[in-house]
């Protein structure tokens, strides 16, 4: 079983930076894809972003990328999520979560379009990302 911890969610002005930290314990890091999820009050689980640990390949929704990075620190099981020129639009929960099977998650997101959520086994309790204007 894989237990997941995310921290360092908080208010921050619009165009404002956060980063958030996952911490995995139970399996090693590299041998497991972690995807960011956000949900908004009244809106739909986003996958946001996704790491195969393995290889190191990642996936990001149209709706982040080139303002967010995710990032792995394998000796720490750490992985995570650089927030850059954050919007109200980024305001909501964001979740971690494990895919242990983690054949070909980059694939099928890519393939997709979308970070599927059924594919992760494991989550984390979340922390609030507050973005003001």
């Known amino acids: 079983e894989v237990h997941l911890v995310e921290s360092g969610g908080g208010l921050v002005q619009a165009g404002g930076s956060l980063r958030l930290s996952c911490v995995a314990s139970g399996e090693r890091l590299d041998d497991i894809a972690i995807a960011w999820f956000r949900q908004a009050p009244g809106k739909e689980r986003e996958g946001v972003s996704c790491?195969?640990?393995?290889?190191?390949?990642?996936y990001y929704a149209d709706s982040v990328k080139g303002r967010f990075t995710i990032s792995s620190d394998n000796a720490k099981n750490t992985v995570y999520l650089q927030m850059n020129s954050l919007k109200r639009d980024d305001t909501a929960v964001y979740y971690c979560?494990?895919?242990?099977?983690?054949?070909?998650?980059?694939?099928?997101?890519?393939?997709?379009?979308?970070?599927?959520?059924?594919?992760?086994?494991?989550w984390g309790q979340g922390t609030q990302v507050t973005v003001s204007s």
């Open positions: 979560a494990a895919d242990k099977e983690s054949v070909d998650v980059i694939g099928t997101a890519r393939y997709l379009g979308y970070i599927p959520a059924q594919e992760y086994d494991y």
């Open positions: 790491i195969n640990n393995s290889d190191g390949s990642t």
